[in-house]
């Protein structure tokens, strides 16, 4: 998969290494917020290691 990221078109391969979602907060306030967060795929954690970068 081959995503063009709009900012200076060139690839942008995030997907291919991880996915992504909006993850709810709640903070001291009672208010809600949304924060990104990047779930990475097994294949790549599993390559890490075998590599033993982790």
């Given at each position: 998969?081959?995503?063009?990221?709009?900012?200076?078109?060139?690839?942008?391969?995030?997907?291919m290494?991880?996915?992504?979602?909006?993850?709810?907060?709640?903070?001291?306030?009672?208010?809600?917020?949304?924060?990104?967060?990047?779930?990475?795929?097994p294949?790549?954690?599993?390559?890490?290691?075998?590599?033993?970068?982790?």
């Amino acid at each position: 998969m081959n995503i063009k990221h709009k900012d200076n078109g060139k690839p942008f391969w995030s997907l291919m290494l991880a996915s992504g979602y909006w993850k709810i907060l709640e903070d001291s306030e009672s208010t809600t917020q949304r924060e990104w967060q990047w779930q990475l795929r097994p294949q790549v954690a599993q390559a890490l290691e075998d590599l033993g970068w982790v």
